[in-house]
């Protein structure tokens, strides 16, 4: 139990162009989900946090109209680089708390996408 | 959000016993400690948590003193594939509004 999605696995595209990654919870549903990014070597630095019917909420220094977070459903979440560029190439995680977790102690992890921006 | 300060790498060998620690100075009443485990181009994995004294599941041990101030993970008898960056989180819904901030990690490297 307890899967978390993300497709694509792994996206090339050309600078300028949109990029949409999807993260899904398979098994549970989930009122909040949050969205990584991750270079190489590095940590993972939160970008956003992702609520279901609302709009996200996104850490200081993140552009907000250039990623865009969409909590359609209890199931999905979707980011999307819009006019990518070179620099935002990395690894992009997305996660996701089980609705029943009250105390919100836990998250699970989908398998990351990456995306490479030419 | 409690800041954690882990060791940035760490070396061993097959078959030894591996502990990792974690410092959680300003950890809150409310706090849980999680650790993850990540491989290159995966995505973190959970390996145990924790809120005091000592838990134990089928892969790792973790220790947590009186005080919660620091946390230790144990890896009994380490294998290649152990070879991976290992993360110490500490929060609640509470104290960080559901929200996780990762901090370094350790690089742990296993040798045969």
């Known amino acids: 139990g307890a899967v978390v999605s993300q497709h694509p696995s792994w996206v090339i595209c050309k600078s300028g162009t949109s990029v949409k990654i999807e993260c899904r919870s398979l098994d549970f549903q989930a009122t909040t989900m949050f969205w990584y990014r991750q270079f190489p070597k590095q940590s993972l630095m939160l970008m956003a946090t992702s609520n279901e019917g609302s709009k996200a909420t996104y850490e200081q220094g993140v552009e907000k109209d250039k990623f865009l977070i969409n909590h359609a459903s209890l199931t999905l979440s979707t980011l999307t680089v819009t006019s990518a560029h070179p620099e935002d190439s990395s690894f992009y995680i997305c996660s996701a708390r089980d609705l029943r977790d009250r105390a919100g102690n836990e998250q699970f992890f989908g398998p990351g996408t990456r995306l490479t921006v030419l | 959000l409690a800041k954690t300060t882990q060791p940035i790498s760490m070396d061993s060998y097959e078959g030894q016993e591996v502990n990792i620690t974690c410092s959680h100075n300003?950890?809150?009443?409310?706090?849980?400690i999680t650790w993850y485990q990540q491989f290159p181009s995966q995505g973190p994995r959970f390996i145990i948590q924790?809120?005091?004294t000592k838990v134990t599941n089928e892969v790792a041990s973790l220790f947590i003193p009186a005080d919660r101030k620091s946390s230790t993970l144990s890896l009994p008898r380490v294998s290649l594939s152990d070879t991976a960056v290992y993360y110490c989180?500490?929060?609640?819904?509470?104290?960080?509004?559901?929200?996780?901030?990762f901090g370094a990690g350790t690089r742990l490297f296993v040798k045969a």
């Open positions: 300003n950890i809150a009443t409310n706090d849980y």
């Open positions: 989180l500490v929060g609640s819904a509470n104290t960080g509004g559901f929200k996780t901030i």
């Open positions: 924790g809120y005091k």
